[in-house]
């Protein structure tokens, strides 16, 4: 048999058997998906968010303005169930360090 022949047949015989056995299949995955969604979705209950007060968000965060530089204290941290009052000062300049010039350089801001 030739080889194109042969390619147009099975061809043929591939679109026939996806034309019959695709609608089956997708009405079962269908039943299947309204099935697991009935079951473990529950419905979500559509409500008012609160309004978000930014007007402190700042002073919340410890962080205060000198003109174009932004410093940041660490008295507001919330501090994690069993650790220690006296943070490493190490860690405290990491997360009071002015980054700036490097988001500059990385052209984040």
Known sequence: MDKQL????IRT???EEVKRILPDLLSEAVSQVKQ???STVPEARPGKKP???????????GLTRD??????????????????RNPDPEVVKAIT???????????IT
């Open 6 to 9: 042969l390619k147009a047949y």
């Open 13 to 15: 015989i591939v679109e």
């Open 36 to 38: 697991l969604k009935e």
């Open 51 to 61: 309004p978000i007060d930014r007007s402190r968000l700042a002073e919340l965060m």
């Open 67 to 84: 003109g174009d530089t932004i410093t940041a204290t660490t008295a507001n941290f919330q501090l994690p169930e069993g650790s220690p």
């Open 97 to 107: 360090k002015d980054y700036s010039a490097m988001m500059k350089a990385m052209k």
